[in-house]
């Protein structure tokens, strides 16, 4: 059971990508450029991301809005 949940907190770079709902050059180019610092973990030549680390970089992009114009 414990597999099971490991391998759904893990992601490929498509299917991170439309998890947090950008196109997935921006994850190819952020690994070069580390503009975004979007964690990420290499295993030989796959890339994986943890739904946890995009969890909060989503969180860290929110924007807090007040009403005012």
């Known amino acids: ?3 099971f949940k490991n391998a759904r907190r893990w ?3 498509r299917a991170a990508a ?3 709902g950008c ?15 979007i964690p990420f973990c290499r ?4 890339i994986l991301y943890d739904t946890e680390d995009l969890d909060r970089y989503l969180e860290s992009r929110k924007v807090q809005w007040d009403g005012a114009a």
């Open 1 to 3: 059971m414990q597999n």
């Open 11 to 13: 992601k490929d770079t």
């Open 18 to 20: 439309e998890y947090i």
């Open 23 to 37: 196109s997935k050059s921006l994850l190819d180019s952020d690994r070069v450029t580390g503009l975004h610092k």
């Open 43 to 46: 295993l030989g030549k796959k």
